[in-house]
């Protein structure tokens, strides 16, 4: 088992920036692989990012790419999301996941563990 806990959510100006946090507990001695997804009012939790914590390869939804830089620290079993640039409608629910494993995916339901969510609100 893996638990998840999200930070560093708030209220941003437009064109602010934003760093979450999640930081993994549990079985972290594994290789995994960790993401960002997103849900914004009314609509369907998306994908935002996603790391491997063995090989370090990431890989980005292109609403993001550019803005957002996903990183990970693996001595304490966090991993971040820098977000720059923000929109408006970058605002959401952004939740952090994890799944056993090493091959990056942007699949939702690959991902056995979420966190409970942080939220990232960007007025305009």
């Known amino acids: 088992q893996v638990q998840l806990v999200e930070s560093g959510g708030g209220l941003v100006q437009a064109g602010g920036s934003l760093r979450l946090s999640c930081a993994a507990s549990?079985?972290?001695?594994?290789?995994?692989?960790m993401a960002w997804f997103r849900q914004a009012p009314g609509k369907e939790r998306e994908f935002v990012a996603t790391?491997?914590?063995?090989?370090?390869?990431?890989y980005y939804a292109d609403s993001v790419k550019g803005r957002f830089t996903i990183s990970g620290d693996n001595a304490k079993n966090t991993v971040y999301l820098q977000m720059g640039s923000l929109k408006p409608e970058d605002t959401a629910v952004y939740y952090c996941?994890?799944?056993?494993?090493?091959?990056?995916?942007?699949?939702?339901?690959?991902?056995?563990?979420w966190g409970q969510g942080t939220q990232v609100t960007v007025s305009s």
């Open positions: 996941a994890a799944l056993l494993g090493w091959a990056i995916t942007t699949t939702l339901r690959s991902y056995n563990y």
């Open positions: 549990g079985r972290t001695s594994s290789n995994y692989v």
């Open positions: 790391i491997s914590t063995s090989s370090g390869s990431t």
